[in-house]
């Protein structure tokens, strides 16, 4: 969904770019199957759950939500093959978008070889129309860093760069990270903000930076801070 970036989004419009996540490790199905109910009512784009909970989506697909899960989550140090796998499995069970977490210390280092080979690896496991999100963890990178690694996720293919798992205690999405973000790669591929999304000016503020998708655990209490 394309925004226009002179006037702030109204509610709906800021719905419909949101992943509505559950990654939580106590998550349950019957957890998932409240998150669905409550994606449906606010009109949300997405849900997020992780993989070993695909099996409780089926009312997600039903009701027309996108699927999405992750893979190498959340350190990133899982082995290539191990999260292309891992992404390939999660297609087969339904889900439609891939979150995966690159190796964040090939991306602290600049090492686009690494980059490049990691994420052209998941990307051949699960082809388009499938969509591939990388996560970059960006509160842990330097500018040049986070500009290297969005630059190396356009070259395999990957259709979104993302900030963070929302699990690192570096912090999560921050405005100056999205504007870095959509600089190196802005308008060729997409750019989700994620991780410590909690109000709607966080939101506005990741959006007008160049944010073009939200992850956010919060959906309600961040939609619920539209102004009349």
Known sequence: MDLDRTT???????????????LSP?????DVGHLI??????GVRAVCVSPSLLHATEKAAQAGLTVATVCGFPSGKHHVLVKA????????????????VVDIAAAQAGDSN?????????REAVPHPVVLKVILESAVLSNDALATACRAALAAGA?????????????????????V????????????????????????????????????SAAAKVLDGAPD
């Open 181 to 216: 973000m959509n600089d190196a790669v802005g308008g060729q591929m997409g750019i989700k903000a994620s991780g410590g999304i909690r109000t709607w000016d966080d939101a506005q503020a990741l959006v007008a930076a160049g944010a073009t998708r939200l992850g956010v």
């Open 37 to 42: 109910d409550s994606a449906i009512s606010l």
């Open 26 to 30: 106590e998550a349950t199905a019957a």
């Open 114 to 122: 690494a980059l490049i080979s990691e994420i052209a690896t998941v």
């Open 159 to 179: 259709d979104y760069v993302k900030t963070s798992t929302g699990f690192h205690p570096a912090g999560g999405a921050s405005v100056e990270a999205v504007r």
């Open 85 to 100: 796998a891992e992404a390939r499995l999660a297609v087969q069970f339904g889900a439609s978008e891939i979150d995966m």
């Open 8 to 22: 702030q989004p109204s509610r709906e419009q800021l719905a419909r770019i949101m992943d509505y996540t559950l």
